[in-house]
């Protein structure tokens, strides 16, 4: 899933290069280039599916060019995760009605990738022996307010090991409630990650999501032929927008989480950046050149061959970057979608 | 005058690029533009002289095409004011003994120029009419601690008017200090702008700066030759660093002041230039585009093109301007001159 444009990121992340295809953390390489190697060990690169807008299709083939351009399915207009769900499953199943199917963001931080393919492994061979849909399950190490958590059944079950059925899903809680759920030991994030039968997700929202599953399944005929795109812009121009979370795991009976410790996280705001990056002595996250007088706890992002200087700022954000220069209190990040809301009212679109 | 570099103006004034050729104050032209201009109605173009460092004489003649090369005479190196004034008065006696001189800094900033052309030219009457060294002198409307101070004779004198003998020059007081000379009434600011025959200025330094005014002399037969460049390049390498105030000024007997009130700043600092500039709302002054949240009496000086959103910061400077982004409280920008050398010490010249 590579659709989301990332806006917490602004300035760096733009609607003509979001998250995704960016280098935030300075690897050397993008979050989508990120996913996809980590992926590779285990799926053939003629099976990966990449879901995005169809503005980012280039931009998915340029990052990932051991994939054919039928790989890359264009959304016409972003629908949330169930419908871009929908539509790689009835792809999958149009060319094998018994396929596997991972599904992931592309846009997320794993540390321990021989962990992670593991914990892949072992829920994808469960998946493969049990009628279930299956989640990761992230074991939680502070109360984080930005995730959301699911809650595992108490039972241990030596046959099933890490893997847990699933009592409830719940939306991002406030900073009480994730404490409580931290301390009880019976809640983990949600990493956003999914592996069932491409049959089982259909039947499921065929169940659950009645009406889109119909929408996408009366143009069955169209996967994979010269019609899709015409067929696709037709279904999404139609069908609702929700999470495949809420509109599907929510509600199914047979929902099971592969809980897991290999270092995650959704690097979902600037200060989830700061917190993952390595600082100076002062508490600093530099990208680029600097020079720092008086400043601490801050993130700075600079473009190549720019030197920062910068005096007298503590716990700051401060991004340059293309046409926007953005100067901003960690604890005040939230403010980032007004900045992008104002800038396009009264600046216009190009620095959005 | 149009050799300095300007520094406290880093990172939009460089080395390579210093103030008097910059529109820092975002009128559409640069201070030595308006400084010709200001000069144009009672100097014939063929009458100026520009001293620069050579470096800046293609910059020298952009800016002011109305002259020829020969009229901009190049310093290979700064020597401060007394070595430039005496390199143009003896260029100026070669084509003329007789000659009347005016000197000028080129990046003042001067409000009305009716008014300073009047107090120019009632100055030069009295010049021309007396053997006299004049300055201007600034009427102060407050305590500033940045100028120096000229004292003048209180005696009013009717055949004189506003030209007063002076008592005494200072260099830049402290506060009290400052305080006393304003509340007296007979002190103005030394605008750094001079008046004298060409002949009176070197029979003054023949007295007051004899070594100096030996080795210009020592040269009289390369002015306007072709071996001008070669016998200047020899001179500048062995004459001392001083200024034309303290070498000649503060000693001199035939000084005189012509008091005046144009509306004059020498635009020095960040905070002066923040001081002379319309604010909004807020107190902001800014240069380009701009979103404020939060964010007081700052200056914001952005690019073209370039969006500042700004959250957060009182009495700060904001400067973006090529290669360097600096981000300093405006108390602190005295620090400037540490934040240039510490930027050419650890990241090399690109940035100064």
């Known amino acids: 899933m590579a659709g989301g444009i990332g806006s917490r990121f602004w300035p760096i992340s733009r609607n003509a290069r979001p998250k995704q295809f960016l280098d935030i953390l300075g690897t050397g390489k993008s979050f989508i280039r990120h996913t996809f190697e980590r992926f590779a060990p285990i799926v053939p690169a003629e099976n990966f599916l990449v879901v995005t807008n169809r503005v980012y299709r280039d931009l998915v083939l340029e990052q990932i060019p051991e994939i054919k351009e039928c790989q890359v399915l264009c959304e016409p207009v972003g629908r949330n995760t169930a419908p871009c769900i929908a539509y790689a499953a009835f792809r999958l199943m149009s060319v094998n009605p018994e396929a596997d199917m991972i599904v992931t963001p592309s846009d997320h931080l794993i540390l321990n990738e021989a962990e992670f393919v ?56 406030n900073i009480e409630l994730a404490r409580a759920f931290v301390e009880s030991g019976e809640f983990v994030w949600n990493a956003g990650i999914f592996l069932w039968k491409a049959a089982g997700i259909l039947e499921a929202m065929r169940t659950m ?46 929902v099971y989480v592969r809980c897991s410790d290999f270092g995650w996280s959704d690097i979902g705001t600037w200060g989830s950046l700061y917190s993952y990056s390595k600082k100076d002595d002062h508490g600093n996250v530099v990208r680029g050149e600097g020079m720092f007088y008086d400043t601490h706890d801050s993130i ?15 716990d700051y954000i401060v991004v340059d970057s293309g046409n926007v220069l953005m100067i901003c209190p960690k604890k005040n990040e939230q403010n980032i979608k007004k900045f992008i809301d104002d800038a396009k009212f009264h600046k ?5």
């Open 118 to 173: 593991h914990a892949i492994d072992e829920a994808m061979e469960f998946v493969r022996s049990h009628n279930v849909l299956m989640t990761i399950g992230i074991r939680p190490t502070r109360p984080d307010t930005g995730y959301g958590y699911i809650q595992v059944d108490g039972e241990q079950d030596n046959n099933t090991g890490a893997i847990h059925r699933v009592k409830t899903f719940t939306e991002k809680p």
């Open 300 to 314: 700075v992002m600079m473009p190549e061959g720019k030197l920062a200087v910068i005096e007298g700022l503590n």
């Open 348 to 352: 216009g679109e190009r620095y959005t």
């Open 209 to 254: 999501l009645p009406e889109m599953y119909q929408q996408f399944a009366a143009i069955s005929d169209c996967y994979g032929t010269s019609r899709e795109s015409e067929c696709i812009e037709r279904v999404y121009s139609e069908c609702r927008s929700i999470s495949i979370d809420f509109g599907v795991m929510e509600k199914a009976e047979n």
